[in-house]
């Protein structure tokens, strides 16, 4: 049989030959060379869509940052309607008839649960988030005022309305009301912003914003909210005061519940525990140890900067695949942050340093509270009778609206000095700042605020503003320069101290204290007080009280405290310049 290829005339037909206009296959070299522009297209492109992808998550994380922050703010410029206490407080004596003692009795119940759940709520802060925080905030305001409201306008226990243990419940939920919100806020700065450069600005800020809460409130009671007819046209009505004030911050609370967030939180998990593994606080550490087990079995070796690199990848990539969130690895993670917060705040609890600065934030912030609550009752004092009340510009209003100012003021100023004044470690200090530069510590500034305050003190206690009452303006802003300044470096130099991951209980810890100091104060004031009525036979059924004996024993001893206060902030001082910490 004859072969195929026989014949030359003969035409072999191939079956890749049916198309006569297909081009010849590449060569090898022309493959491979199309091949490799291929891979290289593809890997631009995928370089290119990681880049835009990158851009777009870390966008969208100052936007966050930033849109929390402007949240944080609104919350604190709302949460501090407690400070106007002394715009109504002479009318809780005057309508309702309660001795100075009940007065006080309500603000330092107040002033208690503003305070003493702190610890709580900032625990809640670090381990969950700030938003249900401030839920929570907005329905206690909204609950305790609207509680208020009805207890004022059924009037006084003796004419049938009800008893002043009415009253001091719904301050109690008030005062839980101001600590949630405010620290769901001031917490969520710390952690967004404590590791930048301007951390003392971005806690001074929602801080100096609670210090106006109360000026713009009381401003707006006085001059919109006031009775328009009667024989005391011109208070404020406190029953629509107290009704705005319910509506008003629970629609604050509801916002900071969507909008209150933390970025990056993992990232200050991983470099908290990076630093104390450096710090050799961990070898004692049983779940340490077992972290290091498990991580090692599961080929993530141990936590050193390597695992912090790679978790921040996967929490960039989690960012970008929501469904991969929920790994397996999840338990573990959240065992470890738990395990990290405690481990954070036994190290905070343990240091002696720490108390020193609670007790000389108790010394004084106790007498702050105590003077801004009575202001009211103080300014009473300075105009006996047959005299006329209080001039508008020594109105109670006019003094709230000045210590605010003034503390605002002080609150702004310290917290952008500090930034860029105050020294900072040796080993940033060669990256950030190589020259020499002028330095001056967050405590010269601390100390220099209280000796201010202890000068508005003795102003009152001298019996000097008795017989020159135009010279009160003088007191309320020496107070309020240092009752900001102290507020505001306080917090700050908590997180420089002890770093911002368990922040919210840490801060919360030191927080505690103002609410104890009002309570003795309030007392003291208040048994000063009704002591020198009841010895002058003064004020009737009100028990009113006038004359620098009403108050002068307990400015002396608030001056004193303050003058205490500095000696312990010194002593901490000293043992932070032995560890090294920059303050």
Known sequence: MPSRNSSPSAKEINKLDFDDNRRPPPTTDESVSGGLLRDDESLLSDVVHGVIERDRRKMQRQVTKYLSFVSAILSCLCAGSITAYSLYGPLFQSRLHYTQGQVNAVS??????????????????DRFSPRPLSLFAGVLFALGYL?????????????????????????????????????????????????GKHKGLALAMPIAAFGLSGMWQSQVGS?????KSGEKSGEVDVYRYFIFLAILLFVVGLIGAFALNVVNEDELIDEAVSELERSGLLEDSPFFH????????????????????????????????????????????????????????RIFLLDHTMWLLAAGFFAVTGPGEAFINNLGTIINTLYPPPSTSPPSSNSPATHVSIVALTSTLARLLT??????????????????????????????????GTLLFSFGQLLLASG????????????????????????????????????????????????????????????????????????????????????????????????????????????????????????
């Not at 001059?223 to 009775?227: G, P, V, W």
């Not at 900072?424 to 100390?447: D, M, Q």
């Open 108 to 125: 330092t119940a107040a002033e208690l649960a503003m305070y003493l759940p702190v610890p709580i709520f900032g625990y809640l802060c």
């Open 147 to 195: 509680l208020a409201a009805l207890a004022y306008r059924h009037g006084s226990a003796n004419e049938g309305g009800f008893p002043p243990a009415i009253m001091t419940v719904s301050f109690i939920g008030v005062g839980m009301g101001t600590s949630c919100m405010y620290l769901s806020a001031v917490t969520t700065c710390a952690k967004n912003f404590g590791r």
């Open 223 to 227: 001059q919109l909210l006031y009775e």
């Open 290 to 345: 077992r972290s290091v087990i498990h991580d090692s079995s599961n080929g993530y070796g141990t936590v050193g900067s390597s695992q912090i690199i790679s978790r921040s990848a996967e929490s960039e990539d989690a960012d970008a695949h929501p469904a991969t969130r929920k790994s397996p690895s999840g338990s573990e993670d959240a065992r470890r942050k738990t395990w990290l917060l405690n481990n954070e705040t």
């Open 415 to 448: 917290g952008t000095l500090s930034d860029l004044l105050a020294p900072v470690a040796p080993s940033r200090l060669i990256l950030e700042h190589p020259g020499k530069r002028f330095t001056c510590s967050r405590l010269v500034f601390l100390l220099g």
């Open 464 to 583: 000097l503003v008795q017989t020159h009452p135009l010279v009160f303006p003088l007191v309320s802003a020496l107070v309020g320069l240092g009752y900001g300044a102290v507020f505001s470096l306080t917090p700050i130099i908590v997180s420089v101290v002890w770093g911002v991951q368990s922040f919210g209980t840490n801060w919360g810890i030191v927080a505690i204290v103002p609410g104890a100091g009002a309570a003795v104060w309030g007392a003291i004031y208040a048994a000063v007080y009704d002591s020198a009525a009841g010895s002058a036979g003064e004020g009737g059924a009100e028990r009113l009280c006038y004359g620098v004996g009403c108050y002068a024993l307990t400015f002396w001893g608030m001056a004193a405290f303050s003058w205490i206060a500095m000696a312990l902030w010194v002593m901490a001082w000293r043992g932070w310049r032995k560890r090294g910490i920059a303050v």
